[in-house]
């Protein structure tokens, strides 16, 4: 843990004796901030750490800081600490950036780096706190792709247009890029991929092997993602609102052997949809995303995937006191929406098709700065799994707990 650390949560635990409301100074500038604990055990399959033994590196924590100088501009940023199995650097780093410049309700800019607007969820995905369960849908919101969808580099337009007795619409428009860091479990697993490829191709007669297709790489390297995208917000009443977000993301990853920089793979996104609906009552809140992502992946010159993904869930969650929340969730993914059994690849299980997971939660808040959340997961089906967590034969039916104390200042 480098000094950075260690300096950041020392004053993490200084601070946390007087939660209970934001650092104002001058008016202009508020720090805020917050800290989660987790456990993690599974049954059968790894889930995001080694965690069929049990696993507590299971640990974020930020900070962040607004400064308000002019009633139309903002600067904000935030540092994130994450410790969650392989999938961080053991440092802190930049979670978001930015500038914000918003003369009129309907009209603004914000330049850096900043939160994508997919789903309702996706922008304070980071915030454990304010979440009902301890991860959002996986088949919408993947934690282990995290990286690739929370934020952007770029400029967004956004703002709130009025509709009278329609309500109003929140919109926002983006393009830039997104990267993942050089050492991440995204990059070990891509490592994994190339040099299974590798080894498949080898064993294949001279007639049938991709001469494309390297005998050994020194380095592989991914390109940031070009993307674009718009998001929509509509708030029609106070309880009910609906959403629709659309994005667009082109990749390559390239690997040098012998010293010949080589196009491995492509990857266009050619328009990947949420659809969104919340209501929300004071002991209810029922919501409902869908999703289809329309992709071509081409790896080497060959078609190693075209077509659509579907995800969709739902998500009931009752609050029988202002303390408690009961939350209830059945969540579907299909890596292809015309294949669901992977008849297209004989080579395959067909449950490494499909995700099914149903999920219990508890939450409890202790007061307003603290809460624990404890939930039960059941899944069918092993698409989504990263090769590096689960090396060995990947079960179909597994299972999952997990419990989080997590607080805010």
Known sequence: ?????????????????????????????????????????????????????????????????????????????????????????????????????????????????????????????????????????????????RDLTLAYLGAGLFGNVALGRFGDVDYHLFWGESSYPDESILQESSERSLENTIVRNSQLSPSRQNPLIPDSFSTLDRANDKIRGAALVWNLLPELRFGASLLHSESEIKVDSDGVSLVAVETTVHGRYVLSAEYHTEQWLLAAEYSESDRTMESFGETALDGPSQSWYVMLCYFPHEQWTISLLYDEFYREKHDKHS????????????????????????????????????????AMQLNILNEEDVKRYWSYVVAQLAVVF
């Open 343 to 382: 008849d297209s690849r004989p080579q395959v299980r067909a449950d490494n098709g499909w995700r099914k997971d149903i999920g219990l939660g508890l939450r409890y808040d202790v007061n307003s700065w603290c809460n624990l959340k404890l939930e039960y997961h059941y899944i069918d089906g092993s």
């Open 1 to 145: 843990m480098n000094r950075l650390l260690m300096l950041f949560a020392v004053w993490c635990l200084l601070v946390l004796p007087t939660v209970g409301g934001a650092v104002d100074l001058y008016d202009a500038v508020q720090i805020h901030g917050f800290f989660s604990q987790g456990y993690l055990h599974s049954h059968n399959n790894n889930f995001l750490a080694h965690s069929r033994s049990g696993s507590l590196k299971f640990t974020d924590c930020a900070l962040n800081l607004n400064w308000q100088p002019l009633d139309a501009l903002r600067l904000g940023a935030q540092a994130f600490y994450r410790n969650l199995g392989d999938y961080n650097e053991n440092a802190v780093v930049l979670d978001w950036g930015l500038v914000e410049y918003q003369p009129k309700d309907w009209i603004g800019l914000r330049l850096g780096k900043i939160k994508m607007p997919l789903g309702l969820y996706n922008e304070t995905r980071d915030a454990s706190f304010v979440l009902p369960m301890v991860f959002l849908p996986q088949s919408i919101y993947d934690e282990s792709r």
